[in-house]
């Protein structure tokens, strides 16, 4: 960060605060920005300590002769966004709806590096919520980065399961792009391979346990002919070829195919142990497993690659333990 020389050469400068004392010069483009100094100061400690020597010499700065700043390693899209917020310029600030992942991630990279969390709490919290189901895997990249560096437990781990569920690529094209590879850890890219392929394990499970749904009271015929036909087509080899969340889809149209059909053969007999596995009762499973696949973000923040947090380690002491 430098201060620039004045140059008598007119440059087009975006008057975020037209009386503002201090323009902002940022990124390779060098897009100018007018604003106050002392609203920097009091929405990020790193301005603070930056202006403090400056703003402490006789120095002169004024509306009239503002004082450059030059910020050339900054995305000056980002940070025109971030003044137009703690400058109260609402009208300038662009709807979440018509911001790209990408660009809400250089936000939180321009936020974390100088600490402007707490002055942008109220604004992030609408910018962090991204139709999920949508994403691609590099935007969903992009998200997740995006929640790390914001420090946003519950975006990183909605946006970590739709990672695992939904994508069968691996997840090292996320290292290749050169911005996400700077602000993922590799953490994060060895917990995601690992939930996932629990994932496909317990789902394998799940279509096994649908086979064995046969007995003597004869309700699990239907249903365990589907699941034969579909384990036959996705064994464990054959399921890395296409996302979880193709699976699972399947395993719910046997639910529902099964339940019509007890419906119109009038069927309401079966034994105890073999009573039909209604929508709800597998939606139930279901969340019960993407629960225990969540990733915690305060355990991807320790360090190593096992280890967990404080949390995580006091639950899993006991079964530890106990295996010992």
């Not at 605060?17 to 100061?41: A, F, M």
């Not at 437990?153 to 792009?177: C, G, Q, R, W």
Request: aromatic content about 8%; proline content about 4%.
């Amino acid at each position: 960060m430098d201060v620039a020389e004045r140059s008598s050469r007119s440059s087009a400068v975006a008057d975020i605060s037209p009386d503002g004392d201090v323009v902002l010069i940022v990124g390779p483009e060098k897009i100018r920005l007018r604003v106050y100094s002392q609203i920097l100061r009091c929405a990020s400690r790193v301005f603070s300590t930056m202006f403090e020597p400056c703003w402490n010499t006789d120095q002169d700065h004024s509306k009239a002769l503002p004082r450059e700043i030059l910020l050339p390693e900054d995305d000056g899209r980002a940070f025109s966004i971030i003044c137009c917020v703690i400058h109260h310029r609402n009208d300038l600030v662009p709807a979440a709806s018509t911001m790209s992942a990408k660009g809400i991630l250089q936000i939180a990279i321009v936020t974390d590096k100088y600490d402007l969390h707490i002055a942008l709490k109220y604004a992030s919290g609408l910018w962090l919520r991204p139709e999920v189901d949508f994403l691609s895997l590099k935007a969903a990249g992009y998200f997740i980065a995006t929640a790390f560096l914001f420090n946003d437990a519950d975006l990183f781990a909605k946006v970590a399961l739709y990672l695992t569920i939904s994508f069968k690529e691996t997840y090292l094209a996320l290292l290749d792009n050169d911005l996400l590879s700077q602000f993922i850890p590799w953490k994060v890219i060895y917990i995601l391979e690992e939930r996932r392929n629990q994932m496909r394990a317990e789902i394998g499970q799940l279509i096994i346990r649908g086979m064995n749904g046969r007995c003597d009271c004869g309700w699990g015929e239907e249903s365990s002919e589907k699941y034969e036909k579909l384990n036959r087509k996705y064994g464990p080899l054959k399921m890395i070829e296409v996302p979880i969340s193709h699976i699972i889809e399947k395993i719910k149209t046997i639910t529902s195919h099964t339940q019509r059909y007890y419906i119109e053969q009038n069927i309401n007999q079966w034994c105890e142990n073999h009573k039909p596995i209604d929508a709800n009762s597998l939606d139930r499973q279901l969340k019960t497993l993407k629960d225990k696949m969540r990733i915690c973000l305060s355990c991807i923040r320790t360090s190593g690659t096992t280890t967990l947090c404080n949390l995580h380690s006091a639950a899993a002491a006991p079964s530890a333990a106990g295996g010992g």
